[in-house]
């Protein structure tokens, strides 16, 4: 992701009232989380962070998962036993290293997790156009869970 999409991104989750931000780290996103800094909550893997932030939605907190791509699959068998199963709501943002991507297996992993996330339902954030903030506050408002954006 570019400066302007890092900045972008940041602007978008600070205005939303996301607390914490939980996720597993990846350095494409080490500006955002530098910019969030203490409410970051780093989890080792994905099923992890949602285990993280169903505690923290059910104990009245808005997490935000933050996840690449590659870490979708990961993470489905807790989201659809734990925080799916009770009705536990967090918004999920996938950030995709896209097609393009120099290692031919994220460009694997881009493309198969897109036609997953599409068959979930998944909103698009393009944080490049304008009108991403009103995008985003209309998937939390109808409780879109998954949104993806360029990484």
Not at 82 to 98: E, S
């Amino acid at each position: 992701m570019n400066e302007r999409g890092i900045r972008s991104l940041c602007e978008l989750l600070s205005a939303s009232g996301v607390d914490p931000l939980v996720g597993v780290p990846t350095s494409g996103l080490n500006e955002l989380y530098r910019r969030f800094g203490d409410r970051c909550l780093f989890a080792t893997r994905e099923e992890e962070a949602v285990a993280l932030a169903t505690g923290l939605a059910l104990g009245g907190r808005r997490p935000l998962v933050i996840m690449q791509q590659s870490g979708v699959g990961n993470c489905l068998n807790a989201l659809f036993s734990l925080a799916g199963a009770y009705d536990v709501y967090f918004p999920i943002v996938v950030c995709d290293r896209g097609e393009a991507d120099p290692n031919p297996v994220q460009q694997v992993s881009s493309r198969e997790t897109a036609r997953v996330l599409g068959a979930l339902g998944a909103a698009r954030l393009d944080l490049e156009a304008g009108g991403y903030e009103e995008a985003f506050g209309s998937c939390v408002h109808s409780r879109v869970r998954w949104m993806t954006c360029a990484l």
